[in-house]
């Protein structure tokens, strides 16, 4: 089972950038899917998830009504678009799987995670 992400790059504030997430070796159709981020000398954090039926989305404050989570379940693919994007946002952005039902914000919580891609916000 992979996980592989893409989209990242440097763009100025206010700026938006697409990522994308692609799984492969499973059909992740049924899987919980999310992103995480995390900054030099910090954690990792929760910013955005989406259940498998696509009807139940849940996102971090700090992103909440300037990103958007969706999936493509016949692609196996998983996006987030990222609007109005502050230099706070900068970080190496992952994707994760979840094999069972819920949307933990826990990275303990995913079974699977991609290699990560770098967003950078310059003010």
């Known amino acids: 089972v992979q996980l592989q992400a893409c989209g990242g790059g440097l763009v100025q504030a206010g700026g938006s950038l697409r990522l994308s997430c692609v799984g492969s070796?499973?059909?992740?159709?049924?899987?919980?899917m999310a992103w995480f981020r995390q900054a030099p000398g910090k954690e990792r954090e929760f910013v955005a998830g989406v259940r498998w039926s696509a009807g139940s989305t849940a996102y971090a404050d700090s992103v909440k009504g300037r990103f958007t989570i969706s999936r493509d379940n016949a692609k196996n693919t998983v996006y987030l678009q990222m609007n109005s994007l502050k230099p706070e946002d900068t970080a190496v952005y992952y994707c994760?799987?979840?094999?069972?039902?819920?949307?933990?914000?826990?990275?303990?919580?995913?079974?699977?995670w991609g290699q990560g891609t770098q967003v950078t916000v310059s003010s």
């Open positions: 994760a799987a979840r094999r069972s039902v819920g949307l933990p914000r826990a990275t303990l919580g995913y079974d699977y």
């Open positions: 070796g499973q059909t992740f159709s049924s899987y919980t």
